[in-house]
């Protein structure tokens, strides 16, 4: 893999629209191709109550709801907090509704 880091120049055109160009390896000027990353998971290994409310867009009573009914896996960390791991949200997205 290589890793050298490429010199990027960001120009505008007529229209205000910006373009973004790199030097070749001859030294001329090309538009620069960035690589698509792989769409990363919007959540993390393990989300608190908040985290989990923002990411399946529900209201945290709902969000409490399904976890006391068992529909949405939790685990409790303490008195009051609660945590949802990563798998527990995917197998929610997942149930057939």
Do not use: H
């Not at 998971?41 to 989990?52: C, M, Q, V």
């Not at 529909?71 to 929610?92: D, N, T, Y």
């Amino acid at each position: 893999m290589n890793n050298i880091s490429k010199q990027v120049f960001t120009l505008k055109d007529e229209n205000g629209k910006e373009l973004r160009y790199t030097v070749s390896g001859s030294g001329q000027l090309i538009p620069l191709i960035e690589t698509v990353k792989e769409k990363e998971e919007p959540w993390k290994a393990i989300n608190s109550i908040a985290e989990t409310c923002k990411i399946l867009q529900l209201s945290r009573n709902t969000l409490m709801r399904l976890i006391y009914a068992g529909e949405l896996k939790a685990i409790k960390a303490g008195v009051k907090r609660w945590l949802v791991p990563a798998w527990a949200i995917e197998e929610f997205i997942k149930l057939p509704r």
